[in-house]
């Protein structure tokens, strides 16, 4: 059974970090790559980071967030740190690979004072 299980999503104030954890299992995690989306209220769902060989960012979070796998854990992290309130949103970690594509749950992350 394919699971990705996200957490360390919280509450936190601007200027703030938070490292999030997605632990992944029912497949080859290796042959994957490993994405963060997020999704605002009333907004779509947008690719913020991704990781297989190399790393890939969205210009609104690079030199902020940092994301990272760890394969013999089958874990992947997303980093974040200087956290501003246009941040807030429900993170998703996904792993595709060909036509495998799985997504977790998600994880809430408000930033706000």
């Known amino acids: 059974q394919v699971q990705l299980v996200e957490s360390g999503g919280g509450l936190v104030q601007p200027g703030g970090s938070l490292r999030l954890s997605c632990a992944a299992s029912?497949?080859?995690?290796?042959?994957?790559?490993m994405n963060w989306y997020r999704q605002a209220p009333g907004k779509e769902r947008e690719l913020v980071a991704a990781?297989?060989?190399?790393?890939n960012y969205a210009d609104s979070v690079k030199g902020r967030f940092t994301i990272s796998r760890d394969n013999t854990k089958n874990t992947v992290y997303l980093q974040m740190n200087s956290l501003k309130p246009e941040d807030t949103a429900v993170y998703y970690c996904?792993?595709?690979?060909?036509?495998?594509?799985?997504w977790g749950q998600g994880t809430q992350v408000t930033v706000s004072s």
């Open positions: 990781i297989f060989y190399s790393t």
């Open positions: 996904n792993a595709i690979y060909k036509s495998s594509e799985y």
């Open positions: 029912g497949f080859t995690f290796t042959r994957y790559r």
